[in-house]
């Protein structure tokens, strides 16, 4: 990009005060100079979308995850809680109720929900 600067703006006039072509010259090179100015901030523009774009998927990829689990009855009368972390790893552990293995689900998505307090 060849920017003219304010002198040389001043220097042009100078030198060709009064001259139709070069003064339409200068405006060509002004013009010329708005369009280079112009492309850089198109591309400017398009590498802030794909940067974006970038930043959105890795929000959702690292974002934790929901805290989801199942309550079943194991053969031996005893109740299975099986939930995923919010980092995604599977866990399981076994109660004698019901309420209680529900009641453990619940405080895990609450904690989760809360940040870990």
């Known amino acids: ?40 901030l198109d591309d400017s523009e398009d590498e802030v979308d794909q940067l974006g774009t970038e930043l959105d998927r890795m929000r959702r990829r690292y974002q934790p995850r929901a805290v989801s689990g199942s309550v079943s009855q194991l053969p031996t009368g005893r109740w299975r809680l099986r939930w995923r972390d919010t980092d995604g790893t599977q866990r399981s552990a076994t109660f004698d109720r019901r309420r209680h293995a529900e009641l453990f689900l619940d405080e895990a998505i609450r904690r989760a929900r809360d940040g870990g307090r």
């Open 1 to 40: 990009m060849n920017a003219l600067s304010n002198e040389e703006l001043a220097e042009l006039r100078a030198q060709h005060s009064g001259s139709a072509a070069a003064e339409s010259l200068t405006i060509v090179r002004l013009l010329d100079e708005i369009d280079e100015l112009d492309e850089a």
